[in-house]
């Protein structure tokens, strides 16, 4: 299984609503990762977590808040954005984030944001 | 400057053309160039990388870097429409705990 899933598929949100993004691998990858992505931008790297512990936090509004509840999923719980957060949240997964190998991402599909 | 540079395009082409996507980079520590294609409303996915300087062929795909002039290179042959998407150049930075550098993406358009 080469798969990265994430759910939900879409998800249009209140400003004062709170939701969570749930994302999946079983390739026992060790690093996981949020990304932010605007229409026509690259991704942009949010959250790095490696070995269940959060490793980067590239200064993310605290609206956002990561969870890695084991070594398979990933969350991103969402609370008072703004609409400006509207975009395409991608999760990814590597074997792990060493500076010995290359180490290629898997991204899921990502979850399609939209705030109202 | 930017640490990936990559032309936005859009580029657009005929069924059948070779197709040419590049990117620069500054730090010459960078060892592992990598391709991605991300199709409309999906996720990236790894089209092909490269370690160090060369070239890697993956059927009508060939990655060539130049470590050099810093100057990596995505070659298309033959191409098809199914090939219309954003290509993204990225680059992982160790020494920023494995970050991968992303290139701005070019969108390409192959017409039938």
């Known amino acids: 299984d080469t798969e990265v899933t994430q759910t939900p598929k879409h998800l249009v949100m209140g400003m004062t609503n709170k939701k969570s993004l749930k994302c999946e691998q079983h390739?026992?990858?060790?690093?996981m990762y949020w990304y932010k992505q605007k229409a026509k931008k690259p991704p942009e790297l949010m959250f790095v977590?490696?070995?269940?512990?959060?490793?980067i936090n590239e200064s993310v509004p605290s609206r956002f808040s990561p969870e890695c509840p084991n070594s398979s999923l990933l969350n991103l719980h969402l609370h008072a954005l703004q609409p400006e957060d509207s975009a395409l949240y991608l999760c990814?997964?590597?074997?792990?984030?060493?500076?010995?190998?290359?180490?290629?991402?898997?991204f899921g599909p990502g979850t399609r944001l939209t705030v109202l | 400057q930017k640490e990936v540079e990559q032309d936005p395009g859009p580029l657009s082409v005929p069924e059948g053309a070779i197709v040419s996507l590049n990117c620069t980079y500054s730090?010459?520590?960078?060892?592992?160039f990598m391709w991605y294609r991300q199709y409309s409303r999906k996720g990236p996915e790894l089209l092909m990388y490269?370690?160090?300087?060369g070239n890697k062929e993956d059927g009508r795909f060939t990655a060539q870097v130049d470590k050099s002039s810093k100057y990596i290179s995505l070659f298309i042959r033959d191409s098809q429409p199914s090939d219309s998407a954003t290509y993204l150049c990225?680059?992982?930075?160790?020494?920023?705990?494995?970050?991968?550098?992303f290139g701005q993406g070019t969108e390409l358009s192959v017409k039938p």
């Open positions: 990814a997964s590597s074997q792990d984030r060493t500076s010995a190998n290359y180490n290629e991402q898997f």
């Open positions: 390739m026992g990858h060790r690093a």
């Open positions: 977590y490696s070995y269940e512990k959060l490793s």
């Open positions: 730090n010459s520590a960078f060892q592992y």
């Open positions: 490269t370690y160090s300087s």
């Open positions: 990225a680059i992982p930075s160790y020494n920023q705990g494995g970050k991968l550098i």
